[in-house]
């Protein structure tokens, strides 16, 4: 098959409202969080057409690697689109199990990102604030440009400032201390901060932004695809192994599967 036929074929086929997904190169995808008029926030609508999206790429294996970017101008992600929020918890009003579902589908958004399969690599630029910021936290290598900035906004709209799993992917990232300060402030994190931080792997221009994402992704194509899922893997599931013996199991585990399948003989 050619790349010609490659590009146009199943993978070109799944369209959205929302979001705009297109193969840029073999291996590589690319996701666009596609609301732009309205700072890419989401909605109902994009809220169910991300959970078919991750669903869909736990058995894609044509897909190697993901970028992830937000349209327009104005910036990454706003968050929640604040009227249709407001008008859900408006309809949930008064019963506690609708309003947890609402809750844990959003949320859960941040989880689909870490059970897929593929790196994710997001390149972000303006704002990423409260449900955005933390799908920048969700991703793998973090890309931004010098007008980037963070926040964890729900402590600015009267909730707690532990919402959509930032209480657990901040302070693994950044430290529980300066954590606490973002979380308890609603405070924005400029991209210096984010930079010395360590939150994110590179800033560079706007205009630079997609190129250098892709030259991380070009990177990743160059090894064993089920060596980057089991990284992927092993560092999700060590991130809260019990100790040091559980975090080597796993890695012995990985290693042996990709010597096996890959024909290598053991030199012990």
Known sequence: ??????????????????????????????????????????????????????????????????????????????????????????????????????????????????????????????????EGFSFVLASDIRVISPDARFCAAYINIGLGGADMSCSYF???????????????????????EAMNLGLVSKMVPREELYETGLAYARKLMTKNPMGLYLTKEAINMNLDAGGLEQAICMEDRNQTMLMLASGMKSTV
Not at 25 to 51: F, K, S
């Open 170 to 192: 901040l302070p693994r990232l950044i430290g529980a201390g300066r954590a606490y300060e973002f979380m308890y402030t609603g405070d924005f994190m400029s991209s210096e």
């Open 1 to 130: 098959m050619s790349v010609k036929e490659y590009l146009k074929g199943e993978y070109a086929m799944e369209q959205y409202n929302t979001l705009k997904w297109e193969k840029v190169e073999p291996g590589i995808g690319l996701l666009t969080l596609n609301r732009p008029q309205n700072y890419n926030a989401v909605d109902g609508e994009m809220m169910v057409e991300l959970e078919k999206f991750w669903a869909k790429r736990m058995d894609d294996s044509e897909t190697i690697v993901i970028l992830l970017q937000g349209a327009g101008e104005k910036g990454f992600c706003s968050g929640l689109d604040m009227k249709w929020s407001i008008k859900s918890a408006q309809e949930n009003a008064g019963d506690v199990r609708k309003y947890f579902r609402f809750q844990a589908r959003l949320a859960r958004l941040n989880l689909a990102m870490r059970r897929a399969p593929q790196p994710i690599i997001t390149m972000v630029h303006g704002a990423a604030a409260g």
